[in-house]
């Protein structure tokens, strides 16, 4: 066999430029020929797939490769910028958190409480000579009217009723000592008669006694 003929006539074959007769005769000696049709089909399949439709897949294959890593890369940063911005949300709320809970520990918990004062009633206090004049010559530097508006004007008499009878000396300088209560009477009203005459005005004489009413 021509190899050089049968690779043209395979060629034109394939190409369409043989008449009917040739084309048929060819096909004839394919069948007889095992090597001539193997030939023909590698002709064909080479013709088939080109150099230029090679090109073209691979630039397909290529660019489609790039479309992909460009995919990945933006998927892959999209969710690297998620997880940033998802740790940076959790941080905050933890910084909010400790922030508040140290507020909270520092701040004192102010309630408001309905406070009720009640006062208590004041006595009223008036005092009198008692006694004998002659023995008990003492009396107020000022007077009884003014020792009586000391006694008025005193606010912190506790709410006691009763009268005393209390008897005392002066001293030197016109203020009562040596105070003692005469009779029985109640241990607090004691306590105050003998504070007021010894906080009170100063006093003339040598020796006194005084009635104090509580009322």
């Known amino acids: 066999m021509n190899n050089n003929y049968h690779i043209i006539r395979i060629q034109q074959y394939l190409n ?16 007889d020929d095992p090597l001539l049709q193997d030939a023909i089909d590698g002709y064909r399949m080479q ?40 740790t940076a949300c959790v941080l905050m709320v933890l910084v909010l958190v400790l922030l ?12 408001e409480k309905e406070v009720k004062v009640e006062l208590a009633p004041v006595a009223q206090v008036h005092a009198e000579a ?32 009763g009268q005393i009878v209390l008897a005392f000396k002066i001293d ?9 209560a005469i009779g029985k009477a109640d241990p607090l009203l004691i306590t105050e008669a003998k504070r007021f005459l010894e906080e009170g005005p100063v006093w003339k004489g040598k020796k006194g006694k005084i009635a104090l009413s509580f009322e």
Do not use: C
């Open 16 to 31: 369409g430029e043989l008449n009917d007769d040739e084309m048929y005769r060819l096909e004839r000696e394919a069948l």
């Open 47 to 86: 013709q088939e797939v080109s150099h230029r439709r090679l090109s073209l897949l691979q630039q397909r294959l290529a660019a489609r490769i790039a479309d992909q890593a460009k995919e990945r890369d933006a998927f892959f940063f999209g969710w690297q910028r998620l997880g940033v911005a998802a």
């Open 100 to 111: 508040w809970m140290r507020n909270h520990h520092l701040q004192p918990k102010v309630t």
């Open 130 to 161: 008692a006694g004998d004049e002659r023995e008990f010559d003492a009396m107020p530097n000022d007077g009884w009217q003014q020792f009586n508006a000391y006694l008025s004007e005193i606010k912190e008499t506790p709410a006691i009723k």
């Open 172 to 180: 030197p300088t016109g203020k009562p000592y040596a105070i003692q």
